[in-house]
């Protein structure tokens, strides 16, 4: 389920010519990549999935399988595609002439990043992002709707909607470090909370910590996380939700819903 969500391709921006020089290299710039969640450019961190958008970014399409995993470690190449940023390959998940999916290695640190995507042996134009120290963000499961499960794991949905007094799971990514923090190109081996604390805000109003049972790392997975979160009785219909980390706050505009 939630690994679907992460291989959607969101529509974004548009796409530049090519400054490579390189007749056939991968053509994308700054403004053709996106948060893969918040489909928002400029919106980056480590251990973030992010989207990147061009032409020949690739000669076949590839999504990670569970053979592409070994021993819980990621790939770095996938259909002869890799990313650096900071000259540290980022790991792949899905690949096409047209779009990457790849996670922001967790080792970077925020500040000033150089992007380059390579295919075939063939570089893409070095270009220049920002990362933040996060950059939370909920998936979504259309263009206003955050991805949302109750604990069956049924989506919540128009026709399976959540409700005030249920506890729901919440899926993002770019919240930040955990304790103990992840391993470089690793699949999570168990629940690790995040570092520091964080807010949920329904119709900007901040719901109780205690409603906060779990905000962390998901076993199996890499730069995905989930938020376990009671909804408050009285929550109104299709309220508006947000996520803060102490030094950001996810994109408004996100609703949750609720009857």
Do not use: C, K
């Amino acid at each position: 389920m939630a690994a679907a969500v992460l291989l959607a391709a969101l529509l974004f921006g548009p796409i530049w010519a090519d400054s490579s020089g390189n007749a056939g290299a991968p053509v994308y710039s700054a403004a053709s990549i996106a948060n893969s969640a918040a489909a928002s450019a400029g919106y980056y961190a480590p251990d973030t999935f992010i989207s990147i958008y061009g032409t020949n970014l690739s000669t076949v399409v590839r999504t990670i399988s569970a053979s592409d995993v070994s021993g819980g470690l990621l790939p770095t190449t996938l259909g002869g595609v890799h990313v650096l940023i900071n000259g540290i390959p980022a790991d792949i998940w899905y690949v096409s002439p047209t779009l990457v999916n790849a996670l922001v290695p967790s080792l970077l640190a925020s500040g000033a990043a150089t992007l380059q995507v390579i295919s075939n042996g063939i570089a893409g134009p070095a270009v220049q992002i920002q990362l933040g120290a996060t950059a939370p963000a909920f998936f979504q499961i259309d263009a206003s709707h955050v991805l949302a499960t109750h604990l069956d794991g049924s989506v919540v949905s128009s026709s399976s909607p959540a409700h005030g007094g249920e506890w729901i799971i919440l899926w993002t990514t770019g919240m930040g470090p955990t304790v103990p923090a992840a391993i470089p190109n690793q699949v999570a081996q168990i629940a690790a909370p995040l570092a520091s604390p964080i807010q949920i805000l329904l119709n900007g109003a901040a719901v109780s910590p205690s409603n906060i049972d779990y905000a962390g790392a998901v076993v199996g997975y890499a730069g995905l996380y989930q938020i376990n979160l009671l909804l408050p009785d009285g929550i109104a219909p299709n309220a508006e939700i947000r996520v803060a980390t102490p030094d950001q706050i996810s994109p408004a505009g996100r609703f949750l819903i609720v009857q």
